[in-house]
């Protein structure tokens, strides 16, 4: 992965770091290997559909971070 064009350099939301940052190779990976696994569940989910089900799977993990500390 090119990691130096202006859209790795925009925040995103990150499962793997439970944050909003700039994303990694290693970022990015995890998202791949998360749509991946998603995608073998839900194979009848769209690609908006997994976009959502990612944003809502971070949210929780922010959200399980603060409840949790």
Known sequence: ???TGP???APRACLLHH?????????WE????????EKS????????ELQDAYELAFERSLL?????T
Do not use: E
């Open 7 to 9: 859209a790795a350099r």
């Open 41 to 48: 569940r839900y194979p009848h989910r769209t690609v908006w």
């Open 19 to 27: 944050d909003v940052h700039p994303m990694t190779s290693a970022c």
């Open 30 to 37: 995890a998202v791949f290997a998360w749509v991946a696994r």
């Open 64 to 68: 399980d971070q603060l409840i949790c």
């Open 1 to 3: 992965m090119n990691d």
